[in-house]
């Protein structure tokens, strides 16, 4: 009688079960009591203690101190972590990774993720160091021009230095570096205007006046052609577009080195750029932006002065990453890192079968990739950005949009080692205008064996082929093209005069072998009646 059962249940009946949830290993001891006084007996559940999966985050960033222009690199990990985001710029990531940032002001990175534990979040500060350019005013030292008075026809250089200005344009030309010259040649008398622009908004503006003397010109230069805007800076594509950053992309193809950066914003008149930095020839230049507003048009251009004068690239377009909106799943392709050169452990080679193009041409494209590297690479990944003058016909595989211009084509994990080749054809509808370079990008996204995004890149430039006078083709050569097509190109444009003259030799020449020709006939009939007589 007066059965027990201690922890937990108490009175109990004389026979019986009861589920028990020990959080510690319990020693759990029945008693009674009968004729033979009280009893006891015991039984022992051991509980093994559970491993919690916790989630836990660590964000760093090298240098945490840096000044305006140059970039600093995070690197973060997580354990047990998922959902990670890094806000502000870079969104959702991998579990682990890194990524270059270029804030223009101080700025708190902050990553979270969701574990057993909740979310969990953790943060780093990248200070900015404006080198007091807020508190120094924006002057303009210099604006000159080496000849206030020319005849019409003649040349002369406007010469300009600011200091602590960060946004600088002359009235005709634009935006211009924030110092250096300009080779200028009026028709007639004008003013003009530098407007610089400081950090901290102030304005400083400075004229020059060039007269010109139309009474004894000297004789009028033939008409300028058209310029060519992308001589030597090619805008490719914007890519790692998240709500408020993105990576953009251009090449440099001049023969030498330059000052190069990008310039952009939410209208064509851009409106904000990227520091200038030196760039050697043929070489790929990608900045990062931070700062830009989610769902939102942004124009953007590379500009350089690769050819000793600027070169701006052709105008291109993205659009920045929405917000994720609630029980509304989005699919992002995450972009990840742009691992150039020898780091990089893909091979990847884009080509078509001809270097000038024109309208209504079909082009036949090949991309082979290559895992080139010593492991396996997941999740792989081929985009091909075409023009947006050209459109996709076929393709041997993967997904078309319209809208972006952009070919997908998802392909196997790559193993050591492991090719492929994806084959399609596009049509030419059409030549931008005062465009001397047309590319057209590839793009191979993986995912490495730690679990982070990265992308290599390769081009192909096309260059566009216009029918011109008489029936003539005119193809405009970029500087970095072989000498035979440069050849070529300087002697399709001798102008219309020089045509003429070559035709008139070419005629006299005709002539003067018919003579010949009529002569050597002459006298062999006569042999022949000498030999027959």
């Known amino acids: 009688s007066n059965l027990t059962i201690y922890p937990t249940l108490g009175s109990v009946a004389s026979s019986g079960s009861q589920s028990v949830r020990p959080t510690t290993s319990t020693t759990y001891t029945i008693s009674g009591t009968g004729t033979n006084g009280t009893q006891t007996n015991t039984v022992v559940v051991n509980v093994t203690p559970v491993v919690q999966n916790n989630c836990s985050l660590n964000i760093s960033a090298n240098p945490t101190s840096i000044v305006e222009g140059q970039s600093s690199a995070l690197s973060w990990s997580s354990n047990n972590c998922s959902n990670l985001t890094i806000y502000p710029t870079l969104g959702s990531v991998a579990s682990s990774g890194s990524q270059s940032v270029r804030p223009t ?33 924006c002057s303009i030292n210099d604006f000159t021009v080496d000849s206030y008075s020319i005849n019409a026809g003649e040349n002369t250089r406007l010469r300009w230095n600011t200091d602590n200005c960060n946004n600088v344009s002359i009235s005709s030309f634009g935006s211009v570096p924030t110092s250096g010259s300009r080779l200028v040649n009026p028709n007639v008398s004008m003013n003009y205007t530098l407007t610089a622009y400081g950090n901290n908004g102030g304005r400083q503006t400075r004229d020059v006046y060039v007269n010109v003397n139309r009474y004894n010109p000297a004789p009028l230069p033939l008409p300028t052609p058209t310029p060519v ?98 029980n509304v799943v989005t699919r992002i392709i995450t972009q990840g890192t742009t691992v150039i050169g020898t780091a990089s452990p893909v091979e990847l080679i884009i080509t078509n079968k001809y270097q000038s193009i024109a309208a209504g041409d079909l082009m036949d494209y090949t991309v082979t990739y290559k895992n080139i590297g010593k492991t396996r690479l997941l999740r792989p990944m081929v985009q091909v950005v075409l023009p947006t003058n050209v459109t996709l016909i076929n393709s041997s595989q993967g997904t078309y949009s319209v809208d972006t211009h952009t070919l997908s084509a998802q392909i196997a994990d790559l193993n050591a080692g492991d090719q492929g080749v994806i084959f399609f054809q596009a049509r030419v509808d059409s030549i931008p205008m005062n465009n001397s370079q047309i590319p057209t990008t590839a793009i191979l996204i993986y995912t490495t064996l730690s679990g982070s995004q990265e992308n290599v890149m390769a081009y192909v430039i096309n260059v566009p082929r216009i029918v011109g006078m008489m029936g003539t083709t005119t193809t ?46 002459s006298k062999t009939i006569t042999t022949q009646t000498t030999t027959t007589n």
């Not at 090449?251 to 000052?259: D, H, K, L, Q, R």
């Not at 102008?495 to 003579?515: E, H, K």
């Open 476 to 521: 405009v050569v970029s500087e970095n093209l072989l000498g035979g097509n440069a050849f070529f190109a300087g002697f399709l444009s001798i102008g219309f005069i020089g045509w003429l003259i070559i035709i008139l030799i070419i005629l006299i020449l005709m002539l003067i072998a018919r003579s010949a020709y009529r002569g050597t006939s």
């Open 105 to 137: 002001t101080s700025t708190t990175y902050t990553i979270s993720g969701t574990g057993t534990n909740g979310t969990q979040t953790n943060t780093v500060v990248v200070s900015v160091n404006n080198n007091n350019n807020d508190y120094r005013t």
């Open 229 to 326: 805007y992308n001589k030597c800076a090619v805008t490719t594509v914007a890519t790692n577009l998240t709500q408020t950053g993105a990576q953009l992309n251009g090449i440099v193809t001049g023969s030498y080195g330059a000052n190069t950066y990008f310039e952009y914003g939410t209208s064509v008149y851009m409106g904000s750029r990227t520091a200038s930095r030196y760039v050697n020839s043929n070489t790929n230049f990608s900045e990062t932006i931070s700062g830009l507003k989610a769902n939102t048009i942004y124009y953007f251009r590379i500009v350089s002065d690769c050819n000793n004068s600027l070169s701006t690239g052709s105008t291109e377009v993205f659009r920045t990453q929405s917000f994720p909106t609630t």
